[in-house]
């Protein structure tokens, strides 16, 4: 409920601009929020109060988005943006549609204007497309091995931003928990050996955004471990309000400083419950 009691206008401005230097400001944190409500909805796994919330929220951030405008307008500009059809697919899961922009990344995939992009985020667009119905004949199998987890590296090879692309790998080839048995073999044995280590390892450092985002993998996996252990640190790292905190280091204050620096991990561990639930429930789509 906490995103969900900051979508006022001390948060966000009025308006977001088609064109921005830092999409980190406003239009990826809106983004990021949508597709939170969105898999909510998806699942369905929420109480009542929980699932009004998220179709609030997903309106209130569509029309934020100026009903799919703002990404249409930015695609119109510029052929080479993945962003537009990346964010505007979560908001189909919520029955929002965009006609032209459908129409127009179409014809952008079937022209082949996309630009080159890192393995996992070629399948972040790929999934995008995908998400939205819409085909782009992409070779999945392919697009997973040339990514950093689909060489299956030693374990000890990775960083901070190698296992954020890592995640995303997942997420995407997964459809965000909802295709769990479209990981090969191989790689479901090597992130069930591997995965428990490295989240605690991040757990063990505070890095809470990060900790989260290794629970969502774990919730696309075809048997996800759910580590009571995990679950439990994580879940005492939340505050009162719902917020959680991206790390160790105190919190500010202020509102409107406490949201941006808090609002990922926070969406991130919405996403993770909410697979986490919808899973043990057995509701999986």
Known sequence: MYLH??????IFPDDIPVDFDNAATVYKPVSEIGMAAALVLREGVGGTAQLRAARE????????????????????RNCLLT??????????YGGHRHQALEQLAAHNAAVRSMPELYPDRRLAVANAYRMCGMSTGDDWESLLRATWLGATPP????????AYSMTHTVFHVTDWGGRPDDLPPDIVDYLATWLP??????????DWDLVAELLIVDACLPEPRFDLDVWTRFAAMQHGDGLVPRDGEPVDDDRFRRFWDHHHPTVAAVVAGTLAVSRLLGARR
């Not at 009691?5 to 001390?10: E, L």
């Not at 537009?84 to 189909?92: A, D, G, L, N």
């Not at 374990?155 to 190698?162: E, L, M, R």
């Open 197 to 206: 280590v490295w989240t605690d390892v991040w757990a063990e450092v505070g």
């Open 155 to 162: 374990p000890w090879a990775i960083d901070w931003d190698t």
């Open 57 to 76: 929220l997903i309106d209130s951030t569509w029309r934020q988005l100026r009903e799919g405008d703002l990404l249409y307008e930015r695609q119109v």
């Open 5 to 10: 009691d900051h979508r006022d206008a001390d």
């Open 83 to 92: 962003d537009p059809i990346e964010v505007y697919c979560h908001f189909t």
